[in-house]
């Protein structure tokens, strides 16, 4: 079966779209067919990405938004929602890391918590409360949130993202219990290590060659978007996912 | 009926006028046991965008813009009304100023120049913004706030307005019936065989502050039919199951959908100026979900499409007597259409019909 095919016109949301895995998916999904409405807090870098697609003969807007205002989020799915017709899947991308160097958890400022759950958890929850209800009517849909090994793994210092993206992953599989049968899915992606500038500000010192290129992952998880038949609530593994699976 | 005050998270009161005219009072959580599987419930999908914009005229004079209909890529239609703000009633705020093609109004760094203005009611006009799309929405989500009510004790937010399934901002103000459905209750009723459905109906301006322009409300609206909802009619109509709206809104955008198409339901956009009366038959509409509103209005006028007109003010003594709540965060009431009111339905299994 060719996936490739499954993505020509939908509408996908990406939030986090101006760099490192969020424009690779971007790029990637725009190449097979999928319209995109790209969302990040930098409208200049974003822009960027959105033209870039376009030169190709791709579909994108840039939306300059903060994931994590609720003021904002109205304006995002309105916009999004205009410009696409409809939402047929939104990528929950946008993540931060909190201060860098990471610290141990103790050393971690109550505020420099809260705002790692608000871009990584709250942020994503209040947007798929807004774009998850017309997916519910129109009887599919589907969301992913990108996670991150410190989901599951307890490593020193990443307390304020692996706290926020172990919720985040326990969020999407509750999705997927209270909306089983709808048509409606919910997935967690773990990319893996990548190369990215965030990678960069967590490990400096890591050895760049051992890390993945983010445009590779990007096509393992366009895969998995296009591919039906993923179990609602699964939380899959980039770095194992087979190509053409 | 007095109206609710506050966008309510408790208890909706249901009333129930069935087909044979009995009237039952119950809740809204009542609605599952109420419908029957396969009935096909069509929700109005339309979010509300923030339609209230405070703008400066070049002269610096003040005055509130309110969105009423896209017309265009950079075109909306606007109401503009002059001093005040939400406490006052609409028909109480004074008279915008005398506005002329060719006026520049500013809204933020949004700028907007008047291209045309209605020939009897020149607080009407047509709006050309400068930019579009996406640009478009993030001025006027900067700016805009949701259209405010004066009997309401806060002003509103947008997380107020919106129903649950609300997609694209086309609303100006809410269609308000569906404010009333909660998650539970969908899938409540999805549990209990029922099946959804949705157009997009580009809900309208409820007051002006102009009598000669309040008498032409509503004024013509944008809807969209997606052909996915055109299939599910005509599924349940095979099955012989009902078709059911949330809402005045929705029942316009089918009936008009079904106008344009000779009798069926056709998918697409259009533009409607169809008012429905208790002289007009439903083509498609078999019942409604809908909010508790006054005699007199174009909505109470519409209901009389699917009962007699006494049967209407029965419900609505009824609904004052038992102390139900009206207007947009009010109670409801589900309102079956007599078997003989709509004309397809009277040839039963009968999936296309004509208009008489």
Known sequence: MNTESNLEDRGILITGGSRGLGAALAHELARRGARLFLVARGARDLERVAAAIRDHGGRATAFAADVADKHAVHAIAGAASDVLGTVDVVIHNASTLGPVPLRLLADTACEDLQRVLEVNLVGPFRLSKVLVGPMLLQGRGLVVHVSSDAAVAAYPRWGAYGAAKAASDHVARIWAAELAGTGVAFLSVDPGEMDTQMHAAAMPDADRSALARPEVIARRIADMIAGAGLPSGARLEAATWKEGA | ?356
């Open chain 2, 1 to 356: 009926m007095s109206p609710a005050t506050a966008p309510r998270h408790g208890t909706i009161r249901l009333l129930h006028l069935a087909a044979d005219d009995t009237l039952t009072e119950g809740t809204l959580a009542d609605l599952p046991q109420l419908l029957r599987p396969g009935d096909l419930l069509v929700c109005n999908d339309a979010a509300t965008l923030p339609a209230s914009l405070r703008a400066v005229t070049g002269r610096g004079e003040a005055v509130e813009l309110r969105l009423c209909g896209q017309t265009g890529e950079h075109d909306h239609l606007a109401v503009v009304f002059g001093a005040g703000d939400w406490r006052d009633r609409t028909e109480d705020r004074a008279p915008p100023p005398r506005l002329r093609i060719g006026d520049q109004l500013s809204v933020g760094d949004l700028r907007a120049t008047i291209v045309a203005t209605d020939a009897v009611a020149p607080r009407l006009v047509t709006l050309q913004f400068d930019r579009a799309g996406a640009a478009l929405w993030r001025a006027l989500y900067a700016a805009g706030r949701p259209v405010q009510y004066s009997y309401l004790d806060r002003p509103l937010d947008l997380w107020d307005v919106q129903t649950v399934f609300a997609a694209r901002p086309w609303a100006v103000e809410p269609p308000s019936a569906g404010l009333a459905l909660t998650w539970e209750l969908l899938l409540e009723l999805r549990r209990a065989g029922v099946a959804f459905a949705r157009v997009t109906h580009a809900a309208g301006i409820s007051s002006t502050g102009d009598a000669a322009l309040d008498a032409r409300l509503p004024l013509a609206e944008r809807y969209d039919v997606p052909a996915a909802t055109v299939a599910a009619i005509a599924e349940a109509r095979r099955r012989g199951s009902r078709v059911l709206a949330v809402g005045t809104t929705v029942v316009r955008a089918l009936e008009s959908a079904a106008r344009r198409g000779g009798g069926t339901v056709i998918a697409g956009t259009a533009t409607t100026d169809l008012r429905l009366s208790e002289t007009t038959p439903l083509l498609v509409v078999d019942g409604i979900l809908t909010g508790m509103h006054e005699a007199d209005t174009s909505h109470f006028a519409l209901l009389g499409a699917f009962v007699r007109r006494e049967r209407l003010h029965a419900l609505a003594a009824r609904a004052t007597e038992l102390g139900f709540l009206a207007h947009e965060f009010g109670d409801v009431a589900l309102i079956l259409a007599a078997p003989s009111t709509n004309v397809c339905r009277r040839r039963t299994h009968v999936v296309a019909c004509s208009p008489p």
